[in-house]
């Protein structure tokens, strides 16, 4: 134990700042969750949101059948595929993407990869390079 005394967390706030600003960081603004220009190149590139996407997007859903999961696909909502990594932190089609219904894209944003893999017993990163190997884009690599 030290002898010091402790500080007031609005002085260690205060010093935090002072810092910050000596530094040249911005501490007003949060930071984006993802980077949305790198998202848009990569799309304009053709690494996502392509053709396999489109196809994988219509699939059935990965957890359609389990005991631990009620399917929310319907009529009025498109099939989608949920990107393990995410687009705007570099992920890309090949590889990358799952099956989902809509319920099952909303858990995964709303959990960890690892929470999803422990609850429906699965390897989701082996199972998504499977997919993209038996799909029809298999040799195209994007």
Same mark, same amino acid.
């Given at each position: 134990?030290?002898?010091?005394?402790?500080?007031?967390?609005?002085?260690?706030?205060?010093?935090?700042?002072?810092?910050?600003?000596?530094?040249?960081?911005?501490?007003?603004?949060?930071?984006?969750?993802?980077?949305?220009?790198?998202?848009?190149?990569?799309?304009?590139?053709?690494?996502?949101?392509?053709?396999?996407?489109?196809?994988?997007?219509?699939?059935?859903?990965?957890?359609?059948?389990?005991?631990?999961? !009620?399917?929310?696909?319907?009529?009025? %909502?498109? &099939?989608? @595929?949920?990107?393990? #990594?995410?687009?705007?932190?570099?992920?890309?089609?090949?590889?990358?993407?799952?099956?989902?219904?809509?319920?099952?894209?909303?858990?995964?944003?709303?959990?960890?990869?690892?929470?999803?893999?422990?609850?429906?017993?699965?390897?989701?990163?082996? !199972?998504?390079?499977?997919?993209?190997? %038996?799909? &029809?884009? @298999?040799?195209?690599? #994007?």
């Amino acid at each position: 134990m030290t002898d010091r005394p402790r500080q007031h967390n609005s002085t260690l706030r205060a010093s935090a700042k002072r810092l910050a600003r000596t530094k040249g960081l911005e501490t007003r603004k949060r930071m984006n969750p993802y980077n949305r220009k790198r998202k848009a190149k990569r799309k304009a590139e053709g690494l996502v949101y392509g053709p396999y996407y489109i196809w994988a997007a219509a699939q059935p859903c990965e957890e359609a059948g389990s005991p631990l999961h !009620r399917c929310g696909r319907s009529a009025d %909502r498109r &099939p989608e @595929a949920h990107h393990l #990594k995410h687009v705007g932190s570099g992920g890309k089609d090949a590889g990358n993407l799952i099956f989902t219904c809509h319920a099952l894209h909303d858990e995964f944003h709303s959990k960890t990869l690892g929470d999803m893999e422990h609850k429906y017993r699965k390897d989701y990163r082996a !199972r998504a390079v499977a997919l993209f190997e %038996r799909s &029809p884009f @298999a040799g195209e690599g #994007k």
